[in-house]
Protein backbone atom coordinates (compact mmCIF):
# COMPACT_ATOMS: atom_id res chain seq x y z
CA UNK A 1 0.00 0.00 0.00
CA UNK A 2 2.98 2.07 -0.35
CA UNK A 3 2.10 3.58 -3.78
CA UNK A 4 -1.12 5.05 -2.40
CA UNK A 5 -0.36 8.81 -1.85
CA UNK A 6 -0.64 9.89 2.31
CA UNK A 7 -1.19 13.87 3.57
CA UNK A 8 2.71 13.89 4.08
CA UNK A 9 3.64 13.70 0.55
CA UNK A 10 1.30 16.08 -0.88
CA UNK A 11 2.89 19.23 -2.35
CA UNK A 12 1.73 22.29 -0.39
CA UNK A 13 -0.95 23.42 -2.88
CA UNK A 14 -2.86 19.94 -2.25
CA UNK A 15 -1.84 19.82 1.27
CA UNK A 16 -4.17 23.36 1.53
CA UNK A 17 -6.38 22.15 -0.69
CA UNK A 18 -7.04 18.69 1.59
CA UNK A 19 -6.73 20.67 5.00
CA UNK A 20 -9.57 23.24 4.04
CA UNK A 21 -11.93 20.55 2.94
CA UNK A 22 -11.43 19.31 6.27
CA UNK A 23 -11.75 22.70 7.86
CA UNK A 24 -15.12 23.05 5.76
CA UNK A 25 -16.24 19.66 6.92
CA UNK A 26 -19.99 20.53 4.77
CA UNK A 27 -20.10 23.18 2.34
CA UNK A 28 -18.28 24.23 -1.18
CA UNK A 29 -15.42 25.66 -2.18
CA UNK A 30 -16.12 28.30 -5.21
CA UNK A 31 -13.80 29.79 -8.11
CA UNK A 32 -10.80 27.46 -7.16
CA UNK A 33 -8.00 28.02 -9.56
CA UNK A 34 -5.69 25.32 -11.19
CA UNK A 35 -2.27 26.12 -12.45
CA UNK A 36 0.17 22.98 -14.36
CA UNK A 37 -2.64 20.94 -12.39
CA UNK A 38 -2.33 21.77 -8.79
CA UNK A 39 -4.53 23.71 -6.85
CA UNK A 40 -3.26 27.39 -6.49
CA UNK A 41 -4.64 29.87 -3.56
CA UNK A 42 -4.19 33.45 -5.33
CA UNK A 43 -6.82 34.82 -5.96
CA UNK A 44 -8.59 32.95 -2.75
CA UNK A 45 -11.30 30.86 -3.30
CA UNK A 46 -14.70 31.32 -1.62
CA UNK A 47 -15.71 29.33 1.04
CA UNK A 48 -18.95 29.06 1.40
CA UNK A 49 -19.91 26.34 4.92
CA UNK A 50 -23.04 24.51 5.71
CA UNK A 51 -24.15 25.08 9.35
CA UNK A 52 -26.37 22.33 10.59
CA UNK A 53 -28.48 23.22 13.97
CA UNK A 54 -27.78 20.81 16.39
CA UNK A 55 -25.04 18.76 15.04
CA UNK A 56 -21.54 18.64 14.82
CA UNK A 57 -20.17 21.67 12.52
CA UNK A 58 -16.04 21.78 13.57
CA UNK A 59 -13.42 20.75 11.69
CA UNK A 60 -12.70 17.06 11.02
CA UNK A 61 -10.43 15.63 13.24
CA UNK A 62 -8.52 14.90 10.62
CA UNK A 63 -7.22 18.11 9.98
CA UNK A 64 -4.65 17.57 12.97
CA UNK A 65 -3.15 14.53 12.04
CA UNK A 66 0.22 14.85 9.44
CA UNK A 67 0.06 11.11 8.36
CA UNK A 68 -2.82 9.29 6.73
CA UNK A 69 -3.64 7.60 4.00
CA UNK A 70 -5.90 9.72 1.19
CA UNK A 71 -9.20 8.38 0.80
CA UNK A 72 -10.42 7.60 -3.00
CA UNK A 73 -12.42 10.60 -3.04
CA UNK A 74 -9.79 12.62 -2.61
CA UNK A 75 -7.52 10.82 -4.68
CA UNK A 76 -9.72 11.20 -7.86
CA UNK A 77 -10.38 14.71 -6.86
CA UNK A 78 -6.45 15.14 -7.34
CA UNK A 79 -6.14 13.02 -10.42
CA UNK A 80 -9.17 15.55 -11.91
CA UNK A 81 -7.37 18.60 -11.05
CA UNK A 82 -4.41 16.74 -13.27
CA UNK A 83 -6.81 16.54 -15.78
CA UNK A 84 -7.88 20.36 -15.82
CA UNK A 85 -4.17 21.60 -15.98
CA UNK A 86 -5.23 25.36 -15.99
CA UNK A 87 -8.45 26.75 -15.32
CA UNK A 88 -11.06 27.27 -12.62
CA UNK A 89 -13.05 24.66 -10.54
CA UNK A 90 -16.35 26.40 -10.57
CA UNK A 91 -17.36 24.53 -7.29
CA UNK A 92 -16.33 21.59 -5.17
CA UNK A 93 -19.00 20.27 -3.19
CA UNK A 94 -17.50 18.97 0.18
CA UNK A 95 -19.34 16.59 2.65
CA UNK A 96 -17.88 15.04 6.14
CA UNK A 97 -14.45 16.72 5.32
CA UNK A 98 -14.43 14.97 1.56
CA UNK A 99 -15.06 16.07 -1.80
CA UNK A 100 -18.46 14.88 -3.22
CA UNK A 101 -19.02 16.63 -6.62
CA UNK A 102 -16.85 18.91 -8.81
CA UNK A 103 -18.46 21.55 -11.47
CA UNK A 104 -15.75 22.91 -14.23
CA UNK A 105 -16.57 25.07 -16.93
CA UNK A 106 -15.76 23.59 -19.94
CA UNK A 107 -15.99 24.67 -23.64
CA UNK A 108 -17.95 23.39 -26.35
CA UNK A 109 -15.31 21.58 -28.81
CA UNK A 110 -18.61 21.31 -31.79
Known amino acids: MSDVPNKSSLSAGRRRLLE??????FGRIEQLSVAAGEPVFDPPP???REVKFCAENGARPELSLDAFVLKAEVRELFDAIIGIGDGVIERIEVRHGLPFRMIVAESCGL
Open 20 to 25: LMQAVN
Open 46 to 48: RVM
